[in-house]
């Protein structure tokens, strides 16, 4: 059993110690050599081998051929695991880990990170058709329903390029039957 008073003495020798604590997000902390952070990707290295690709435990890289030797790399830091195999792997070194680790985000969406991908041209938009010149021919009906149904009104086989929509995808049959 302790003695009366010893808590008064535990107390003021504990106050006047420096704190054990750090104070983390006021002072930035500083990371060791070799730390595995975020990744970041050089396009000018890469040779497109996708040797990363392969070498991820989780598929959290993909790599993309844009043009004739520019390669774009898409990283999913919400599957990442920082084991950096990708950036011991690669024979080029257009891989490399940070020292950045704070990554939280409010939507898992933005963890998705696209490196390398220049500014995006987008084409002007199509005249509706409303607008078309007045000589001009109706546009031709394509798909299977040409034959039957070649009136301007019948609906159209697919969605129209400008729609954002995005065609649903079928699940291959599950190999133990239904579910």
């Known amino acids: 059993m302790r003695r009366p008073g010893s808590m008064t003495r535990l107390l003021l020798r504990s106050a006047l110690r420096?704190?054990?604590t750090t104070t983390y997000p006021a002072v930035r902390l500083q990371t060791p050599d070799r730390f595995r952070g975020r990744l970041a990707f050089q396009p000018a290295l890469c040779i497109g081998c996708r040797l990363c690709t392969r070498d991820c435990p989780?598929?959290?890289i993909e790599i993309r051929k844009v043009g004739d030797k520019e390669f774009t790399?898409?990283?999913d830091f919400s599957r990442c695991i920082y084991c950096a195999q990708c950036v011991d792997v690669c024979p080029k070194k257009a891989l490399?880990?940070?020292g950045d680790f704070e990554?939280?985000?409010l939507r898992r969406g933005a963890l998705k990170i696209l490196f390398g991908a220049g500014p995006r041209e987008?084409?002007?938009?199509?005249p509706p058709a409303s607008e078309a010149p007045q000589g001009?021919?109706?546009?031709?009906?394509s798909g299977p329903r040409a034959a039957t149904d070649?009136?301007?009104?019948a609906a159209p086989d697919s969605t129209p390029p400008d729609s954002d929509c995005q065609p649903a995808r079928k699940r291959p049959p599950s190999p133990t039957g239904s579910r």
């Open 150 to 153: 070649s009136t301007p009104d």
């Open 18 to 20: 420096r704190p054990v």
């Open 73 to 75: 790399a898409e990283i």
């Open 122 to 126: 987008v084409p002007p938009p199509a």
């Open 96 to 98: 490399a880990a940070t």
């Open 103 to 105: 990554l939280a985000q």
């Open 58 to 60: 989780t598929g959290a």
């Open 136 to 141: 001009a021919a109706p546009p031709k009906a």
